[in-house]
Nanobody, 124 residues
Framework: QVQLVESGGGLVQAGGSLRLACLAS????????MGWFRQAPGKEREFVAA????????NYADSVKGRFTISRDNAKNTVYLQMNSLKPEDTAVYYC?????????????????WGQGTQVTVSS
């Protein structure tokens, strides 16, 4: 069993930055692909970014390319999402997820473990 705990959310003005972190339990973190998803009120959960087991391969949603960066520190069992140039439309609950087969999938149903989420609110 893997437990994921997100942190770093909050309220920020448009154009600002936040860095989210996701701490994972378990000794096999370094073998998992990790992803970030988000869900805004009244909308479906959507893919944001994913990274493979060693951080050497990434996927990003078109809406965040050039603004968000996913990274990981396997020694700390942590994956990060650096969010710059934030926009009001980035407002959502952000979730991290683990994919045990190592695929940097954009599909939420392929992820095996999920955190509880952290709220990000961007004011205009």
């Amino acid at each position: 069993q893997v437990q994921l705990v997100e942190s770093g959310g909050g309220l920020v003005q448009a154009g600002g930055s936040l860095r989210l972190a996701c701490l994972a339990s378990g000794r096999t973190f370094s073998s998992y692909a990790m992803g970030w998803f988000r869900q805004a009120p009244g909308k479906e959960r959507e893919f944001v970014a994913a990274t493979n087991w060693n951080g050497g391969r990434h996927n990003y949603a078109d809406s965040v390319k050039g603004r968000f960066t996913i990274s990981r520190d396997n020694a700390k069992n942590t994956v990060y999402l650096q969010m710059n140039s934030l926009k009001p439309e980035d407002t959502a609950v952000y979730y991290c997820a683990a994919e045990i087969n190592g695929r940097t999938s954009i599909n939420s149903y392929e992820y095996d473990y999920w955190g509880q989420g952290t709220q990000v609110t961007v004011s205009s």
